[in-house]
């Protein structure tokens, strides 16, 4: 009989959370809209910057700053977090986690990061914010103090303990605001970049709506006149709690954050203009 060959290899400690947190996740009422987001003026407007100063703005900086600020204009139901069947807790901040990738011992490893009050912050501050997070030594979890203290330990416990604390997390608003943020956005974009690909994803969330950010790829729309209109397409997902978010209020969230990507941050004082 022919021995297998085959190597055995530990789940981190990091990984046994991320399996607790998935799990937690699960139990929420998610449901998902998937869109194209023309983001053709942006890309223009990051190539140009690129080629005045040799500077790459971050994209998901772009995104999180486009998202917060239609989040503040709906903050009833979209920066809200439900307690349970009792309250919904509305916030007036608008937090945004993300995750970032940071090299640890020699290996590019993702993290997560709260951009907090982003809808008053302009692109320029979210970008340094994010690229600092990306190289320096800083408070990652939360961006507050403490943050890393918590990843340390938090791995370590017990998982019947993990569980209990995750759960915590998840139906105390003020806690969840505290640890995770408000809202979210997540992103794997290089899903289908090489083969100009549009690439969606499917995501779970501890957020009332989180962004999940696909693919950017360059589509051609006919026009009235025969020709063919060159066009940048965003694949992205909407996640909702629908405990929370309702179709219409969704719908028009979205619309508003669509029309501030698309045409509004091309000329506001907060995005573009403050680079």
Not at 105 to 121: E, F
């Amino acid at each position: 009989m022919t021995q297998e060959k085959f190597t055995i290899k530990k789940i981190s400690r990091m990984g046994q959370t991320i399996d607790d947190y998935t799990t937690e996740a699960k139990s929420k009422n998610i449901i998902w809209g998937f869109a194209e987001l023309d983001v053709t003026k942006a890309q223009k407007k990051f190539r140009a910057h690129k080629e005045k100063t040799g500077e790459t703005i971050s994209f998901t900086g772009f995104l999180i700053s486009c998202f917060a600020r239609a989040a503040e204009r709906h903050k009833f139901p979209i920066n809200t977090i439900r307690l349970k069947k009792k309250k919904f807790y509305i916030f007036d901040e608008v937090d945004v986690m993300t995750n970032i990738e940071r090299t640890i011992d020699g290996i590019k490893r993702p993290t997560n990061y709260t951009v907090r009050n982003a809808h008053s912050k302009t692109l320029r501050q979210i970008n340094d914010e994010i690229r600092a997070a990306q190289t320096k030594k800083i408070e990652l979890t939360s961006g507050e103090k403490g943050g890393k203290k918590l990843i340390k330990i938090f791995p370590k416990l017990p998982r019947f303990i993990r569980k209990i604390l995750i759960h915590k997390i998840f139906t105390d608003p003020l806690l969840k605001k505290k640890l995770l943020g408000t809202i979210g956005v997540t992103s794997v974009g290089m899903f289908g970049k090489d083969v100009n690909q549009l690439g969606w994803m499917i995501h779970l969330t501890p957020h009332t709506i989180s962004l999940g950010v696909g693919s950017v790829a360059t589509k051609y729309i006919p026009q009235k006149d025969g020709t063919n209109k060159e066009v940048e397409s965003l694949a992205a997902t909407i996640a909702m709690d629908h405990a929370v978010i309702d179709g219409g209020p969704g719908s028009r969230f979205f619309r508003e954050f669509y029309y501030i990507l698309k045409d509004e941050c091309v000329e506001a004082e907060w995005c573009f203009k403050s680079l």
